[in-house]
């Protein structure tokens, strides 16, 4: 609080009467008069601010505005039976609105009694304080020399400002002279000590209701962030539970049906056999477009997930999205469709991820399809091409669908089996959308079936030529300007190096090279490595980043050291797949780099690049 008075030397009045009119009133009755007047505005004061405190603890609120309203009056009223023959008045400006001063409260005391303003018949001048008039602070200054008036600043803080005003209605026109009345300097002094020590008082008040609200609005604020971490905390968990469940079916079915071939010998002949291989290879493809998911969302929220553009094929990839959830539609007699527009062909986007965001809407669409159909429509209109994903199934109720795109949020539904999804293709789709300058929209009606349509921009697509769309067709590597011949063509003793601590994926990785026709050799560790190396030099190394002991990054750095080795092709695998690895391997003098899980026909595909055209060429 910062207590205040400007011009206390003007305007003096010419006595302080308390509640008495006699100027030869004892000194000790005057100071007993004050002492129970700030005693009954303490009283009053304490009163208010435990109201405030007992409102924010059992509401979490207080009603700011009010409060100032009741310490105010309580003050103007209890100083104004303390002093006579004056007009009090309290000027507030709300710094945050105007900076204009309004007349809030307003009294006036005569001989002990108190009356508003309003209501208050007045001259002229003392009527310029009624509640409601205004003032510029000037103006109040010009009342100074007016009315005369006494400003005491009362309180200020980051939104209101308030001055007590006081009028002296003195019946003697001039000051009076030195000896004229008794007690005359004594009573002023104790006026002032009067005035300052209730401004303090109401200061104080307002001070403390300041910080109760603040300390309720600060409880609010934790309250509601409160929830929000709750409410995410259960999504996680969810999420979780969600997740376990997603990967355990398929680790199920992987483990159980691995067991039975192991159990009843491998034929290849028996059909049935084929069905669990099927079976174990679809489970694991479904593990690792869960994970794949996961990691997506991460690196969109980071900011690190990259989007190429090159001409995409519409049909093409429309139709590969319905093929991928063909079985799952069969399964429940559900019809797949097609439609394309006629002007509609290719479409500037990122392949891999447009037929992520078509898969995620068609998974979708089939899981909470009972019956009829499910379809893909292609339009264009304007600069825009417009990718819908139609269903006739249970539709969404207005109300679930402000949640559709939030992470880890599922939509409830009895027909569908508890715990199914981790509910992050929403999300996932929405945000790879943005990324791509387009946006995603949903219509839905209950019982009759839901649409979502993603719209991306068209306009590169216009410029696209027949070579543009030959040059999309699948076609063989090329080295040397050749295309690169299939591994049956190869010399059978194209050397391979594989360094890989893992025993498992060693003999998944020597198993399949050397059915391509690739002489491998493996080794576990650095030492390994290097023996190997002495010996004799492979035509490729494939190196394992993660490796017990050593950094895989840092062995190819030592390799690209010795010069007899710094034209070696190498291939850089690794289980991570963080934003930036395949760089990062790249410059630690990787050639290329694989991620695993391995894709196989993506392995054959990239070492088919580092071996010899001819293998006539070989020595």
Same mark, same amino acid.
């Given at each position: ?25 004892? =000194? ?57 023959? &004056? ?135 934790? =309250? ?64 690792? &477009? ?55 062909? @290719? ?262 690049? @580092? ?9």
């Amino acid at each position: 609080m910062v207590l205040s008075r400007l011009n206390s030397s003007e305007h003096e009045p010419s006595i302080f009467m308390g509640a008495s009119n006699s100027p030869t009133q004892s =000194i000790w009755d005057l100071q007993l008069c004050h002492e129970q007047c700030l005693g009954t505005l303490a009283h009053q004061l304490s009163a208010t601010v435990s109201a405030a405190l007992e409102a924010a603890t059992q509401n979490h609120y207080v009603d700011l505005a009010a409060t100032h309203q009741s310490i105010l009056e309580a003050f103007l009223n209890t100083l104004g039976q303390a002093l006579d023959q &004056a007009t009090l008045a309290i000027a507030t400006c709300s710094t945050t609105q105007s900076s204009e001063y309004v007349i809030d409260h307003a009294v006036l005391t005569l001989g002990g009694v108190l009356q508003n303003l309003k209501r208050a018949e007045l001259s002229d001048k003392a009527a310029q304080l009624a509640i409601g008039r205004t003032f510029s602070f000037q103006q109040l200054k010009q009342l100074q020399n007016d009315l005369p008036i006494n400003l005491w600043q009362i309180s200020s803080s980051q939104t209101e400002i308030n001055y007590l005003i006081i009028h002296w209605h003195s019946p003697i026109e001039q000051r009076p002279v030195n000896g004229t009345y008794r007690h005359s300097f004594r009573q002023t002094h104790l006026q002032k000590l009067l005035i300052q020590r209730a401004l303090h008082q109401a200061g104080a008040a307002l001070k403390q209701v300041a910080m109760i609200a603040n300390l309720c609005e600060q409880q609010s604020q934790l =309250i509601t962030q409160n929830q929000v971490l709750e409410q995410a905390n259960q999504r996680k968990s969810q999420f979780l539970a969600n997740t376990s469940h997603e990967i355990r079916t398929p680790l199920c079915s992987i483990l159980g049906f691995t067991h039975l071939l192991k159990e009843q010998g491998y034929d290849p002949a028996d059909d049935r056999q084929q069905e669990y291989l099927n079976i174990i290879l679809s489970s694991g493809q479904h593990l690792l &477009a869960l994970i794949n998911d996961i990691l997506d969302l991460s690196k969109v929220e980071a900011n690190q997930l990259d989007i190429l553009h090159e001409p995409v094929d519409l049909h093409k990839i429309c139709q590969t999205s319905l093929t991928l959830v063909k079985e799952k539609a069969r399964d429940k007699g559900l019809q797949l469709r097609l439609e394309i527009a006629p002007e509609v062909d @290719f479409l500037l986007a990122d392949p891999l991820r447009l037929k992520q965001m078509l898969f995620n809407l068609l998974s979708n669409a089939v899981k909470f399809t009972q019956r009829g159909t499910v379809g893909v429509r292609v339009n264009a209109s304007d600069n825009m091409v417009h990718l819908t994903v139609w269903d006739t199934g249970m539709g969404i109720p207005s109300e679930k669908r402000q949640m559709l795109f939030r992470p880890y949020a599922q939509l409830d539904d009895e027909s569908i089996r508890q715990g199914e999804g981790t509910g992050l293709g929403l999300a996932l789709t929405q945000k790879l959308v943005e990324l791509h300058g387009g946006s995603i929209t949903v219509f839905s009606r209950v019982n009759y079936g839901t649409q979502f349509t993603i719209s991306l921009p068209k306009a590169p697509v216009c410029s696209i030529t027949e070579s543009d769309k030959q040059a999309q067709a699948p076609s063989k590597p090329v080295t040397n300007g050749q295309p690169v011949p299939a591994a049956a063509d190869l010399e059978p003793k194209f050397p391979i190096l594989l360094v890989e601590d893992n025993d498992n994926n060693a003999r998944l990785l020597t198993t399949y090279l050397n059915k391509l026709g690739y002489s491998t050799v493996w080794v576990a560790n650095e030492s390994e490595m290097w023996q190997t190396l002495e010996r004799s030099q492979p035509a490729l190394i494939l190196m394992d980043v993660c490796l017990p002991h050593t950094d895989g990054l840092g062995l190819i750095q030592k390799i690209r050291a010795i010069a007899e080795f710094q034209t070696l092709p190498i291939i850089a695998q690794t289980a991570l797949a963080m934003a930036g690895d395949r760089e990062t391997c790249l410059a630690a003098g990787a050639d290329a780099y694989l991620a695993k899980p391995f894709d196989l026909d993506k392995l054959a595909h990239l070492v088919a690049q @580092f071996a010899p055209v001819d293998s006539r060429d070989l020595v």
